[in-house]
């Protein structure tokens, strides 16, 4: 299975770029050809290339994106990690304050409830 994945992988890599780099090369040949007419008054004779490139394109980017996701990840990772415990580190004392407000409210809600709770008890054996 996971050979399967790698061998689908490679493929998706090789063929993603070649679509890509195609249709990089046809765009830029449209282009060229575009800018050139206009600037010699006369109609561009390979205008039918924007519409190979732009398909081409379209096709080889996800296609390579999907092929180099994992790279990609990791790359991520490894540059919002130190970021991320940095941030940890600063909100750390923050944190650790509000914990220490949160518990010390709980115990006060519980000992006020157990007071509640026997004054209520003591007025019923009253009556």
């Not at 449209?30 to 390979?46: C, M």
């Not at 990772?77 to 709980?106: F, L, Q, R, Y």
Request: aromatic share 12%; proline share 4%.
């Amino acid at each position: 299975m996971k050979n399967r994945h790698e061998k689908f992988k490679l493929a998706m890599k090789i063929t993603g770029l070649i679509l890509l780099i195609g249709g990089i090369a046809f765009i830029i040949v449209g282009a060229v050809d575009f800018f050139i007419a206009t600037s010699q008054w006369r109609q561009p004779e390979k205008f039918w290339a924007f519409f190979v490139g732009f398909p081409l394109f379209a096709f080889g980017l996800p296609m390579t994106l999907t092929g180099f996701h994992r790279e990609i990840a990791r790359y991520m990772k490894d540059e919002m990690s130190p970021v991320i415990n940095e941030a940890a580190k600063d909100i750390s004392p923050a944190v650790e304050a509000t914990a220490k407000a949160a518990a010390a409210g709980v115990k006060k809600g519980l000992e006020q409830s157990a007071t509640n709770g026997k004054d209520e008890e003591s007025a019923e054996t009253k009556e």
